[in-house]
Structures are given as structure tokens and as C-alpha cells.
């Protein structure tokens, strides 16, 4: 299989407007049927060397290049994200400008994502995504079970900024776009078995075919297993491991020329251990004869990645089953006009045991089981007469079920002349959301070489929240035990228009503006344990306006591809969810933000086997206002380490620079190397700028080999990521005001693989 990958020097940001024009690049140059396709002629490979890949996107519901569409979107095959050394969707961490993606806080199965300064890292189920993600155009409304396996993707499209005009779901941070490969253009199939260090060994296959003219199906299925790279040195029990397995059939007709369908069904189990950080802050005891008792050191300098934790196996870990269905059909009504649907039914289990505190001690353990379920319905009506107008219609519903049972242990969390009281809390929720929506989106050439495009969108999201919790207070406090219970519901509705207005300069050069409203719903806080907290329960939706300019370019020669965009964002209404008194956490509309950036992503064919590439993106993220109430001295638990000087997981430059090389062995096949290097400025993990809950600058370097056969029916793939065995942490977890719980998580640290791939 031809190599492919991102490529640009960062130099070439640099030039003027128009040598920039000639030389850039988009680093998501790719083919993507070429990229399916098991085998491809060297001949035809040979030729296809001496320019980029061809790259489309569906970032507006229909097929159009890359260059062509006024969105920044950056787009990966399924090479580019081998290449990526991508085994899930937080490998894409570092290769898309302005972007954070990590696993979540103390989760094996949910993902933090941050667009452009907007996002959501909590992943209690009162709190909706800011960056929406979609499976096969299905909205997957929780941050849990969005650990998703790349297994048999064909297309992964990563849109920046707010969407709502054209999506099921509105957001403000911008769109994650998987696409899995399709029956009838990737019939054959492969093998791959991979196996690294900490005990990684994976599995993955793919099959299909056509079963008659008009039927084919396909099965894709995944085995991934690790021993975890975190280890208590005293027991030798291993965490931060996985245990999943995926599977995914598809059957796809097409009985005339007119329409077509896809039946789909997907299954992930997962059961694995504990995720566990590290305690960077002294963990607190509360003695109320004593006084403040420290239970343990907080943690400085490099992570020996050993941990502690009071959850004792068995039983104590974390596990998901996450399955659903969809079908999706297309009618050409006639030469203009298309109508789709999309209808989907999805189910996500969570039992999942998380040590806040990171320790052998029970200050903020919990358990969260949650049994989430999802159905939705898209309609859209697409028009296009040939030439020069495109539009579409939509109708979105989708209604939500999350119960959802939490138990929070804390016996060590106060004690009496050095004596423990035993604490429990239990709660019992469950969330109803109903949301409708209504949108309309054209795009219109109304003179040669302009392009006019607008939408508009209507939402409403209605939730019904029912709560209880109960404290269990051991002797000699059990009798100031409680329960608190609500019941809230609350309708929010917003209108979000968009616009934008592109140039054709030449053949290869675009230019567009544009401006995009993001709404985000309101809910109820999921963490409201007193009386005054359910009095105090709502929150409001939270909303942004973004304003861009951007040029995408390429030579005439299509060796060099770019495109720069520069942003305004206007944010308001963050919802913040901060650490008030134990057992207290309100949820805060509390900030407006000015957010400004400018990204940039290129890629270069030099010579015949060289291929280069770079992404840079520049954020500058401040709040305007911030309204917090435990910032007035006056306040009882004023804490002066607390501030709100620097916006949580929007770190001020965002680099990756990726060379790889390829070499023809003749009757022996063919090899390629790569290497890249990505680099992240300083990054808070916290919406309190805890000063130990914040990343200091680091890069993070990754090599790898491969070989195919001469028919490209064998591959042998060899790579280590984080070459340097850089420590760095990811995400955090700060409940200062619970025994001063403020924990860090790490990423990788160094590790190998190897992988077989067998294509038939």
C-alpha cells in the first residue's frame, strides 16, 4: 500500500501570502480509496508519488474536497492514523492545531476533548459534551464509552469551531466525525495482530463482501490488552490497563440506482482495573480534636508511575458495554433532490469504581454505575441542481435516559483523637432529555468565483432531573445522617444562524469568512448534596460566537497543500463546576471569554518518497469575566492559591512537525520510516489553576518502520511513541475543599509494538 502522510514545513507560515500559496499544504493529504483498498498496482503507485493524495470531506452532509470547503477541518485516513501510531481516539492528540484530547479523569472508557479553548472534561452524566461526537453520523451524546477503538475506520474529520446548521446535535467547541468503512467499497479484508511492552497484545480483523448485486456486508471486530503501565509496588497489582473487545457488522443495500441503505450493529465490552493518578497536593485528614492531620506527602519531580489505592480487587474495577444500532437510507428522489434518514438506538453500562484521591487512603472514592439510554432520528432533504446552489433541510430528535447510581466513600476523611468515622454517601438519579431541532443550510455561487453559504438552526432541550442523596455517618454521628431529594425540569431553546462567504482566487487558491453560533444546554447540577444546592440547582446554557478568516492553497503542481485560519471567539455563560465546601459543588455560569487563534496545517511531497508535514496552532484564551464568589476575601473559605488567571486545557502553542521517507526494495516490497515530534505549551488542568494541576511545555517524539510486500499483502509495522520517555501529566482531578484532593494523570510513557498485517 502506497504511503501516505500530513506534510508542510512550519517555515512555510512564514512566507508571504502568495508564496504561502504556493508552497502549503493541508496536512490531511490522503486518497481515501486508496487507503481502503488492500492492494494498489505499483505502477499506478509509482505515478501517483509525484503529487499529494486528493482529499474529501463530508464537514457540510455531501462529498467535497478539502480545499474547497470554508471550514477548518482536518481530516485522517485510515494509514494517516497508523502513521499516527493511533490505536484510539486520543492518538490524534497533537496532529490537529488548537485541539486537546485526552482520556478522562479516572476513566478507562471517557474522553476529554477541547476545541479552541471550549470543551467539557467533566463526565457526570448532568453535563453534555462542548465538542460533539459522531459515529457514522450518530450523535453520541456521553463523554463516556467515547474511548473509541479505530479498528475499522474509514475517515476521521475533525471540525473546529461551533456547529449546528448542519449536525444533530449543536456545540460549541466544534465536531469529532468517524466514519467506518463501507460494505460495497472495501471488499477483501485483513488481519492484524500487534503485541509492546507492558504486556500489549491486540487483535484486529476485517472482512467483507458482496453477498449479490444489490447486498453486501461486512464484520470488523477488536481484541485490545494491556498489563497497564502503572503498578503498586507493594502488592504488584497492575492498573491503567485495558481489557475490550469491539465488534461491528454492517449490512448494505443497494437494489437500484436510486437507493440506498446501511444496517449497523456494534458491541464494546470492556473490563479492566482502576485508572489511577497522583496525589500532587498533601492529602488532608480533618481531626475535629486534632485538627488538620496530613495522610500523605504531595508529590513533586518525575512519576515512577506506582500507586496506591484503597479499592481491593475483586470487584473494584471499572467495566462498559456500549452497543447499538442504526439504519441509515438514501432516496434520490430525482436529479436534484436527495432525501436521508438516520434513525439510531444506543446503550452505554458503567460500573465504574474511581480513587479521586489516588491513595491508600478513603478520602474521595466512588463508584458510578450509570445506564444510559439513546434514541435519534435525523431527517435531511438535500437539494442540488448541478451547478451552482446546494442546500439541505433537516429534522433532529433524540431523547435520552441516563439513571444513574453513585456511592462516594470517605472513612478516612474525618476522624475523631485519631480514631476514623466511617462515611457513606449514596445517590440516585436519573436524567430525561428531550431534544428537538430544525435546520436549514445553502450554499449558493452567485457570481463567478463567489460563494455564499447560510444556515439557520432551532433547538429546544427539555430535561426532567429527579435526585436523591443520603449521608452515613458512623457512631458517634449517625444521628445527623440526611436525605436530600429534588426533582427539577426546565425547557431551553436557542437559535444559531451561520454564514460565510468564500473567494476562488485561482484553480488552487480559496479565501472565505464566516461566523458561527454555538449553544451548549443548560442542566442541573449532578452534584447538589444540600438543601441549598437543589434550591440552586440550574444552570444556563452556555453560548459562543466565532468569527473567522481563512485561505487554503495549493501549488499548480499538487506537491504542496495549506491552509491558515485566524478565529475570534466571544464565549459566555461557562458553566463551571468548582470546589466550594466538602461535599459542596456548584456549578457556576460564572465566565465570559475572548478567544483568539490562529492555525495552521501544510504538507510537502519533496522529491518522490519525502513527504513532510506540520500543524501550528496559536490560542490565546482569557476570561474577561469571571464571577466567583470564593474569591471575596470575605468568604469563609477564601483560598488565596486559587485563581482564574489562565483558561484549563488551552495551552498557547500547539506544534507537530512529521518526516517520513519511503525506499523501493524492489522484488523485496517497499520500506518506510517516520518520525515526528509534537509540542505542547504550558497547559492548566483546572478551571482553579491549581498550581500542581498544570503541565510545564514538553514535546513528545514518536518513530516507526514499515514493510509491504511487493502485492501489498503483507505489512510489518514497528514503532515506540514518546521515544524520550517524557512524563507528563494529561488531566486532573480537583476537589480541594474534599481531604485537599487535587490528582494528577500521566500520559504514556515510553513503549514499543510490533504489528503483522495480512491483506487479502
Known sequence: MKRKHLSLAIGCVLLSPVAWAQQSGDPAAQDVAAQASPAVAPAQADADARTLDTVTVTARRRTESIQDVPVAVSAFGEEQLADLQASDVTGLQGAVPNMNMVQGRGSANSVNVFIRGIGQPDALQT????????????????????????????????????????????????????????????????????????????????????????????????????????????????????????????????????????????????????????????????????????????????????????????????????????????????????????????????????????????????????????????????????????????????????????????????????????????????????SVAAFAHASWEFAPTWTLAAGVRWTRDNKEYDRTTSTFWGAPFSAINETVAFSAEQDWTAVTPSVSLQKAFSDNVMGYVSANRGFKSGGFNGRANTVYDTEHAEFDPEYVWTYEVGLKASSADQRLRGSVAAFKSDYSDFQARVSQDVGTFPVLNAAELDIKGIEFEGSALLGEATLLSAQVGWLDADYSRFDDFRLDPAYPGYDPNLNHDHVPFSPKTTARLALQQGFSLGDSGSLAVGADASYRDKTWLSVDNRDVLSQDAYTVVGVYGVWDSPQYSWQVRAGVRNLTDKHYKTEGQEFASVGNIQTAYYGLPRNWYVSLRYNF
Open 127 to 434: 453535563f453534555d459534551p462542548g465538542v460533539g461526537m459522531y459515529v457514522d453520523d450518530v450523535y453520541y451524546s456521553r463523554i463516556n464509552g467515547a474511548m473509541f477503538s479505530l479498528f475499522d475506520i474509514q475517515q476521521v474529520e475533525v471540525l473546529r469551531g461551533p456547529q449546528g446548521t448542519l449536525y444533530g446535535k449543536n456545540s460549541t467547541g466544534g465536531a469529532i466525525k468517524l466514519t467506518t468503512k463501507n460494505p460495497f467499497d472495501n471488499e477483501g479484508g485483513s488481519v492484524e495482530l500487534t503485541a509492546g511492552d507492558y504486556g500489549r497484545a491486540e487483535g484486529r480483523f476485517y472482512v467483507s463482501g458482496k453477498l449479490s448485486d444489490t447486498v453486501a456486508g461486512s464484520i470488523a471486530g477488536a481484541s485490545i490488552r494491556n498489563d497497564g503501565y502503572v503498578r503498586d509496588a507493594v502488592t504488584g497489582r497492575h492498573f491503567n490497563n485495558d481489557d475490550t473487545q469491539a465488534l461491528r457488522a454492517k449490512l448494505a443495500f443497494s437494489p437500484s440506482d436510486s437507493f440506498r441503505a446501511t444496517l449497523s450493529f456494534d458491541r464494546t465490552e470492556q473490563d479492566v482495573a482502576p485508572t489511577l493518578g497522583r496525589p500532587m497536593a498533601p492529602l488532608v485528614q480533618t481531626d475535629l480534636a486534632l485538627g488538620a492531620v496530613v495522610l500523605h506527602p504531595g508529590s513533586s519531580g518525575d512519576w515512577d508511575y506506582r500507586a496506591r489505592t484503597s479499592l481491593a480487587p475483586p470487584g473494584h474495577g471499572q467495566t462498559l458495554e456500549h452497543s447499538g444500532g442504526s439504519l441509515s437510507m438514501e432516496w434520490d428522489i430525482n436529479s436534484q433532490w436527495l432525501f436521508k434518514s438516520i434513525s439510531s438506538y444506543r446503550r452505554l453500562k458503567t460500573h465504574s469504581f474511581i480513587d479521586i484521591d489516588a491513595s491508600e487512603f478513603e478520602l474521595g472514592d466512588v463508584l458510578v454505575a450509570l445506564d444510559q439510554k439513546q434514541a435519534s432520528q435525523e431527517f435531511q432533504l438535500q437539494y442540488d441542481n448541478g451547478s451552482n446552489l446546494h442546500a439541505i433541510f433537516g429534522a433532529y430528535y433524540m431523547r435520552e435516559n441516563v439513571p444513574s447510581h453513585q456511592e462516594a466513600y470517605a472513612d478516612d476523611l474525618f476522624a475523631l483523637a485519631g480514631m476514623p468515622l466511617s462515611f457513606l454517601r449514596t445517590i440516585d438519579d436519573d436524567l430525561t432529555t428531550t
